[in-house]
Nanobody, 121 residues
């Protein structure tokens, strides 16, 4: 099982930046794809970005391309811990949502509790 803990959300003005972090822990966490999704009230959860287990491949939603950057850190000396980051720049009010960290391996998915990002105009 993988445990995920997000941090870094908050209130920011339009045009500003935020960096989200997600601490992922578990015996096989190094084998999991890590990513970010977001959800607004009444809407389905949507994909934002993900990064391969080795950090060599990234994928972004069209809305995130050119503004968001996902990265991943394997904790030195502890193979059971990884951290995934989402650097978000040029934020707009449309980016307001709860952001969820996700880990997946084949058909197994785990989710964090979510962190609120609010962008004011």
């Amino acid at each position: 099982q993988i445990q995920l803990e997000e941090s870094g959300g908050g209130l920011v003005q339009s045009g500003g930046s935020l960096r989200l972090s997600c601490r992922a822990s578990g015996r096989s966490v190094g084998s999991y794809v890590l990513g970010w999704y977001r959800q607004t009230p009444g809407a389905e959860r949507e994909f934002v970005a993900d990064i391969s287990h080795r950090g060599t491949t990234t994928n972004y939603a069209d809305s995130a391309k050119g503004r968001f950057t996902i990265s991943r850190n394997h904790t030195t000396g502890d193979s059971t811990k990884n951290t995934v980051y989402l650097q978000m720049n040029s934020l707009t009010v449309e980016d307001t949502a709860v952001y969820y960290c996700n880990s997946k391996f084949k058909y197994v998915n785990y989710w964090g509790q979510g962190t609120q990002v609010t962008v004011s105009s």
